[in-house]
């Protein structure tokens, strides 16, 4: 109780909470939770040490990915995710399951029987060990970005000290996603009020045509900004929060998540060599 008081407290401290509705911020899910009240550095760092277990757990130890899948569901729980939405975020890595499903009928060496079918063992591994832990990392960034809005996850990377360069350009990215985005909008009901409808091929001018204009405003529009923020004293560096102090108790209630992937894979090489 103590540690998820600390964590809202420093939480409050670094930024007001946002219930974004713009683009950057679709994915979010707004929920009470510990996981949400994390810090987004910790966050980010305990994804990214918890992708790296299960790329380092053999393709062949299938209790420890088993193991894997379950916790991660005890965490979407705990988020308030549901299950429908994980499910749903999840498809996008449909393209790469096609391909690991072709792997098995291509490759060289011991072919193995399932049903009617002839497949390469080597490549069925491969094809396995591809959707298995390709889910699991895209689960886990499903979590991360649904329990962490698009500016925290900036000001993480920012306090992971990545380039600063690098996040301003993500920084500005994430804004104009929203400019172009609303001027989008504003241009589709211009063209609805005039009565167009996109009914075949003949609409094909006219979107080509609103495209071109969509890069004129857009371009003129980031113009404005860019000039706005110079007027305002911008120098080539966005303005620096002040850092809250992180204790101990905080960082390892967000490190229990691949902590216990790291048990997991622990515990599974020791059964494997008895």
Known sequence: MRVSQKIRRIKTQENKHHHGHDVGERLYLHRHTFIHALPSHLKIVAALCFILVVVSTPVTQWGAFLAYFLWLLIVVKVAQIPFLTLFKRALIEIPF???AILMPFFGSG??????PLDLYREGLIAGSGIVVKGTLGVMTAIILSTTTTAREILR?????????????????????????NDEMERMKVARESRG?????????????????????RSYERGERVHLSMLSRGYEGALPQEQQSKINASIWFTAMIYPLVAAIIFVAQLLIGRM
């Open 97 to 99: 399951i096609f391909f």
């Open 110 to 115: 011991e072919k193995v029987q399932v049903g």
């Open 156 to 180: 993480g990377l920012e306090r992971l000290r990545l380039p600063v360069l690098m996040v301003q350009i993500a920084s500005f990215m994430l804004r104009y996603i929203n400019v172009v």
């Open 196 to 216: 167009f409808e996109a009914t075949g091929m003949k609409s094909w001018k006219v979107l080509a045509t609103a495209a071109g204009a969509l890069f004129i």
